[in-house]
């Protein structure tokens, strides 16, 4: 079972479901022409899909596009169902950045026909994770930056400021369907700038805080 780490603690935390915001951020909507979501979208990845700093992704010889999506996530530390918004940060262990990596081609062509999409975001290493750092370092999580640097580049920058639906909303929400356990993690969806990933690139992510000082990055490379 894969399982991730909170920054100053020996606590390993397996992971037990992957929920991904989808839209989550209005322009990146507006770039892959979707209108803004009214609610908050959501899917699962497995957590076979994950890999950690250093890791490789392999791309998948069914597809010729796989898109990078910079994201911040989130560590659920306490188990909960149908949480208030008042409450819901309390549920909160971590917050890392992470790379929710997706097939567009396979995507586009499921929702042509009406069909599933988890193979173009859940296929294995489609999740790479930084560690975590505990979310009573961070305050609030709605003022923090996410950045993406591919081969020395900046190719996606932005910040959770610009959210749609704030962590609190989210967490409330999903919760009304999903009940969130301790390992689970959330992503919290990318912003506009996502692309097309080549062999041999490195991706190195980063979330920062409102004054743009490094929190925790993670780096990794296409196989």
């Known amino acids: 079972m894969k399982s991730v780490t909170l920054r100053g603690t020996d606590k390993f935390y397996p992971v037990g479901k992957i929920i991904c915001l989808g839209q989550n951020y209005a322009e990146h909507a507006k770039e892959l022409k979707f209108e803004v979501p009214a609610s908050p979208v959501f899917f699962l990845k497995p957590p076979s899909a994950i890999i950690y700093e250093g890791g490789q992704i392999v791309l998948p010889e069914i597809s010729n596009e796989v898109h990078h999506e910079v994201e911040m996530t989130i560590l659920i530390g306490e188990k909960g169902n149908n949480i208030h918004r008042c409450a819901a940060l309390k549920h909160v262990a971590g917050y890392g950045i992470g790379l929710d990596m997706t097939m567009r081609d396979i995507q586009n062509e499921a929702k042509k026909k009406g069909l599933p999409w988890a193979l173009a975001k859940g296929f294995d290493t489609s999740?790479?994770?930084?560690?975590?750092?505990?979310?009573?370092?961070?305050?609030?999580?709605?003022?923090?930056?996410?950045?993406?640097?591919?081969?020395?580049k900046l190719r996606q920058s932005s910040s959770t400021s610009k959210f749609v639906f704030p962590v609190d909303k989210v967490i409330s929400y999903i919760s009304q369907f999903i009940t969130f356990e301790p390992g689970d993690i959330i992503f919290t969806g990318t912003p506009e700038g996502v692309s097309r990933v080549e062999h041999g690139d490195k991706l190195e992510a980063s979330l920062l805080d409102a004054n743009k000082n490094k929190l925790v990055s993670l780096s990794v490379s296409v196989q």
């Open 127 to 152: 999740a790479p994770v930084s560690e975590f750092i505990p979310a009573e370092t961070i305050g609030d999580p709605g003022s923090l930056n996410i950045q993406l640097f591919i081969n020395g």
